[in-house]
């Protein structure tokens, strides 16, 4: 299928029958590199957008919104996140927003292909500012081998990945999650995005992802928000943890007005963290092992 059409990018295949539009003013960039296929586009509504094989990954317009919430949900809910870990998130994003969690001490960001990382420095530096922070160290390799050299070292695993396709496809399988069990820590928190609830395939991948987290995690729970630049305007996280005293819905970390304010947040807040968990019934009936 050709993706750009008489001045449009349309993603479709992850929405089968229908599609998300963004019409583009230019091609800012476009290359295959030895994983995927990325393009860099400047669009009329959305600002710039980063596009891995034909999926859309972040906008100038919502990212925060995302970077937010995969971000803070899972910081905010575990009662000392001092040691984090990202996999994926070579654009920046999550490693900007963790370290604005005061009991954040470290973030290690790990994303295979280096070309992602290189192309964000250049065209999306408000997102790659997190890079240079000194709690955060970026490491270019695979995640799964990153994890079998660091275990039970992390209070917080994040998977920031696009969809199971391509350099992916390994972090939506039960090895993977097997994998995310031994790097945590005793009690900590994982937290996977999962695509989105309307969508059947990922309501499909959201019950093999709880299933294989609910045979190594005692609580598994499901997130979701809204953001306009992704398929039905709706984006997901899995969410797992060992830790029995962990309650999802009730932030053990409460950023204050003041601090909201200060860190410049403008989608996550307390309100915000509790209501996202609170599914609808057609999703909770369809993925049968989120347990709270």
Same mark, same amino acid.
């Given at each position: 299928?050709?993706?750009?059409?008489? #001045?449009?990018?349309?993603?479709?295949?992850?929405?089968?029958?229908?599609?998300?539009?963004?019409?583009?003013?230019?091609?800012?960039?476009?290359?295959?590199?030895?994983?995927?296929?990325?393009?860099?586009?400047?669009?009329?509504?959305? #600002?710039?957008?980063?596009?891995?094989?034909?999926?859309?990954?972040?906008?100038?317009?919502?990212?925060?919104?995302?970077?937010?919430?995969?971000?803070?949900?899972?910081?905010?809910?575990?009662?000392?996140?001092?040691?984090?870990?990202?996999?994926?998130?070579?654009? #920046? #994003?999550?490693?900007?927003?963790?370290?604005?969690?005061?009991?954040?001490?470290?973030?290690?960001?790990?994303?295979?292909?280096?070309?992602?990382?290189?192309?964000?420095?250049?065209?999306?530096?408000?997102m790659t500012c997190g890079f240079q922070h000194e709690?955060?160290?970026?490491?270019?390799?695979?995640?799964?081998?990153?994890?079998?050299?660091?275990?039970?070292?992390?209070?917080?695993?994040?998977?920031?990945?696009?969809?199971?396709?391509?350099?992916?496809?390994?972090?939506?399988?039960?090895?993977?999650?097997?994998?995310?069990?031994?790097?945590?820590?005793?009690?900590?928190i994982i937290c996977s995005q999962a695509g989105s609830?309307?969508?059947?395939?990922?309501?499909d991948t959201m019950i093999r992802l709880s299933k294989?987290?609910?045979?190594?995690?005692?609580?598994?729970?499901?997130?979701?928000?809204?953001?306009?630049?992704?398929?039905?305007?709706?984006?997901?996280?899995?969410?797992?943890?060992?830790?029995?005293?962990?309650?999802?819905?009730?932030?053990?970390?409460?950023?204050?007005?003041?601090?909201?304010?200060?860190?410049?947040?403008?989608?996550?807040?307390?309100?915000?963290?509790?209501?996202?968990?609170?599914?609808?019934?057609?999703?909770?009936?369809?993925?049968?092992?989120?347990?709270?």
């Amino acid at each position: 299928m050709d993706y750009l059409q008489q #001045g449009w990018f349309t993603e479709s295949d992850t929405w089968p029958g229908a599609g998300i539009s963004l019409q583009v003013e230019k091609i800012l960039h476009k290359e295959k590199s030895q994983y995927q296929e990325i393009m860099v586009l400047q669009t009329k509504s959305f #600002g710039k957008a980063l596009v891995l094989d034909n999926i859309i990954q972040c906008t100038e317009y919502d990212e925060f919104s995302y970077q937010e919430m995969i971000s803070f949900l899972p910081l905010c809910s575990h009662p000392n996140p001092e040691r984090v870990l990202v996999v994926g998130g070579g654009d #920046g #994003g999550v490693a900007r927003e963790a370290v604005k969690h005061p009991q954040v001490r470290s973030v290690d960001v790990v994303e295979i292909d280096e070309r992602v990382v290189k192309l964000s420095e250049k065209y999306l530096p408000f997102m790659t500012c997190g890079f240079q922070h000194e709690k955060v160290t970026l490491h270019i390799e695979d995640g799964f081998e990153f994890m079998k050299n660091n275990v039970q070292q992390f209070d917080i695993i994040i998977t920031d990945s696009s969809d199971p396709v391509g350099p992916n496809e390994t972090l939506f399988q039960k090895t993977y999650i097997e994998s995310l069990k031994k790097s945590l820590k005793p009690g900590g928190i994982i937290c996977s995005q999962a695509g989105s609830i309307w969508i059947k395939e990922d309501q499909d991948t959201m019950i093999r992802l709880s299933k294989d987290c609910s045979a190594n995690f005692k609580k598994v729970t499901l997130a979701t928000m809204s953001i306009a630049s992704y398929p039905t305007g709706n984006i997901s996280f899995i969410m797992a943890t060992d830790n029995e005293l962990v309650n999802f819905k009730v932030p053990a970390y409460n950023f204050t007005t003041e601090e909201l304010d200060k860190h410049k947040l403008k989608y996550y807040s307390p309100d915000v963290h509790s209501a996202a968990f609170s599914i609808p019934r057609f999703a909770r009936k369809a993925i049968p092992h989120i347990n709270c």
